[in-house]
């Protein structure tokens, strides 16, 4: 099947563990991303990269580093986890604008949860 | 910057009503806009989205919403809702050009009730 893929589904740890989530997606897109959702479901982005280079680096503590092997692959690894780390992540892949219709419409993951006891 | 307001936290519709779910954007251009559903322990799912022409676009699941420049809207309605419609959803914002960041709003949570 053609789609955003992450593993795990679920993490539980311990603060001040590290952890890693990946991403593939075999849509063949350029840009992938990591969104961030909290208890209130309010999705916030963390990183974006197009083609390995990272493009978006939002306001994330840098305790969160992302890595883009190749165009297909996204992963987050987070060192040193606070109990406010737990969320929902979420890998998205698109396709970058070339002024096409098909520009920025996100294709999602099924998500991450991340708990930190 | 570009930003997403969904004044409607919660709503709760009978099976067999029809809905409309408010989103209003802040942005200077032209905006690209979508709407995106999320059910419990799922992924975001595209709905529908506006890039420009016609300002009625037609969705998956029945789903339509109208894009009103003079009122910074794009509300979504289906004329007929399914309990399997429950679910949450966003209304979500960009711009044409280069690598744009999509942000989100709150979200929507739709209650249908038999």
């Known amino acids: 099947d053609t789609a955003v893929s992450q593993t795990p589904k679920y993490l539980v740890t311990q603060m001040g563990n590290d952890k890693s989530i990946k991403c593939e997606q075999n849509?063949?897109?350029?840009?992938m991303y990591w969104y961030k959702q909290d208890s209130k479901k309010f999705l916030k982005i963390m990183f974006s990269?197009?083609?390995?280079?990272?493009?978006i680096n939002e306001t994330v503590p840098n305790r969160f580093s992302p890595k883009s092997p190749d165009k297909a692959h996204l992963n987050l690894h987070i060192n040193s986890l606070e109990l406010g780390d737990s969320a929902v992540y979420f890998c998205?892949?698109?396709?970058?604008?070339?002024?096409?219709?098909?520009?920025?419409?996100?294709?999602f993951g099924a998500g991450s949860r991340l708990t930190v006891l | 910057a570009q930003s997403v307001t969904q004044p409607d936290i919660h709503i709760t519709v009978s099976e067999g009503a029809s809905l409309e779910l408010r989103c209003n954007y802040s942005?200077?251009?032209?905006?690209?806009l979508f709407w995106y559903v999320q059910s419990p322990g799922q992924g975001l799912q595209l709905l529908l989205k506006?890039?420009?022409?016609?300002?009625l676009v037609q969705g998956i699941k029945g789903f339509e919403a109208e894009f009103k420049r003079s009122q910074s809207s794009f509300n979504l309605r289906k004329p007929s809702v399914h309990w399997s419609d429950a679910a949450e959803y966003f209304c979500?914002?960009?711009?044409?050009?280069?690598?744009?960041?999509?942000?989100f709003g709150t979200g929507t949570k739709l209650q249908v009730i038999p």
């Open positions: 990269y197009n083609n390995k280079e990272l493009i």
């Open positions: 979500a914002v960009t711009r044409s050009g280069g690598y744009q960041k999509v942000t």
């Open positions: 506006y890039f420009s022409g016609d300002t």
């Open positions: 942005y200077g251009a032209t905006p690209y």
């Open positions: 998205a892949s698109s396709q970058s604008d070339r002024g096409t219709s098909g520009a920025n419409v996100l294709t």
């Open positions: 849509l063949g897109h350029d840009t």
